[in-house]
């Protein structure tokens, strides 16, 4: 019944490619149970597929006669700066771990040991990557002797910075996180700021006004700088006053010493006093002289000091002096 309901169905679509005794000699076969266990067979890999991978490495994207670079070169340089950076990311947890489990433990010092360990890194990287695409060093280093002369000639500056930066990093004059005052030639104000990273060429600093500055190394290294981080804590600092002529000097200098005095950040153990600076157009110049701590805010504890002088000059009815012109007219026959 069901071979003649299939062979009506295949002769009705006009797909019936079998005789009727074909159908009539099927018969359903159960499986064996050794049938069912049995595990299929995967075909074997071809050797065609593995021989052209490799082939796909091999291929050159750069071919010369004296140098050439495959896919396989550009994957073997991009392993080693990864493991580079991996590495150098380890090394710094370690750094950090080390010293700040110190109870001296100093901020700037940790940078100095983490930039060294960075440079080491990557001149190592360098050196496997060239090596990783069949360049001789030594060859390279003597075939450019002459373009390397050239290059340093046009490049001095540059690379007097880098010598700067690896003086800083090693001398310890001037660290992250130090207060320095920097000179410009006289042309003008000196800069106060903090020093935020040294790096190989150029050094970042944050003046007071919040301003990021970029400078070059050797300006750390060949011009006059003050680091207000390094020697003694204290530092001797001035406020500049003038008063009217005829005024009682003994009631100015205790009200300049009140006004310091008053200040916390003012040293009390030290001595503070007020000296004549001179006899000025106006007035008498003198200057309030005080020992504080060496600080980022040091101008604005000087304002803070202004202000106790003017309070108290008010109260005590202490003139300031401004500048005036007098002209006397007189007879020109006389």
């Known amino acids: 019944m069901l071979n003649s309901l299939l062979s009506f169905v295949l ?12 159908f009539n000699n099927f018969r359903f076969q159960p ?23 490799f082939d796909f490495l091999d291929f050159k994207l750069i071919d010369t006669d004296k140098f050439d670079v495959s896919l396989y070169d550009i994957i073997a340089l991009v392993f080693i700066f990864i ?41 190592f990287a360098i050196i496997f990557a060239l090596k990783a695409v069949d360049i001789d ?18 490049l001095q500056d540059v690379f007097k910075d880098m010598f700067s930066g690896l003086v800083l990093l090693f001398e310890g004059n ?13 042309k003008s104000e000196p800069i106060v700021a903090k020093i935020l990273k040294i790096n190989v060429r150029t050094t970042q600093i944050e003046t007071r006004e919040g301003n990021v500055l970029i400078i070059p190394n050797a300006k750390l290294t060949q011009e006059y700088v003050e680091n207000w ?32 005095f008053a ?19 106006n007035g008498l110049d003198l200057e309030l002289i005080f020992w504080a701590d060496q600080s980022w805010d040091i101008n604005n504890y ?8 003017d309070r108290l000059f008010r109260e005590h009815k202490v003139a300031i002096p401004f500048p005036q012109t007098t002209v006397h007219m007189g007879n020109p026959a006389h």
């Open 11 to 22: 002769s009705f679509l006009g797909k019936s490619t079998f005789p009727n005794q074909h």
């Open 31 to 53: 499986l064996s149970q050794e049938s069912f266990n049995q595990v299929p067979r995967m075909p074997a890999p071809s050797t065609e597929d593995t021989s052209s991978f």
């Open 83 to 123: 493991m580079a950076k991996m590495i150098l990311k380890i090394v710094k947890i370690n750094i950090r771990r080390k010293f700040r489990a110190k109870d001296d433990y100093n901020k700037a010092t940790e940078f100095v040991y983490i930039q060294i360990a960075k440079y080491i890194i990557y001149l």
């Open 137 to 154: 060093i030594t060859i390279l280093l003597t075939g450019s002797a002459a373009l390397l002369v050239g290059i340093g000639l046009g």
């Open 174 to 186: 001037v660290r992250v996180g130090d207060i320095v005052e920097i000179s410009n030639g006289g």
């Open 229 to 260: 981080s390094h020697g003694s804590e204290l530092s001797r600092f001035t406020i500049p006053v003038t008063v009217e002529y005829g005024s009682d000097t003994e009631v100015i200098i205790r009200l300049l010493k009140q006004a310091a």
């Open 263 to 281: 200040h916390p950040k003012v040293r009390k153990t030290d001595p503070v006093f007020v000296r004549l600076a001179n006899f000025g157009n």
């Open 302 to 309: 000087k304002s803070e000091i202004r202000f106790e002088i």
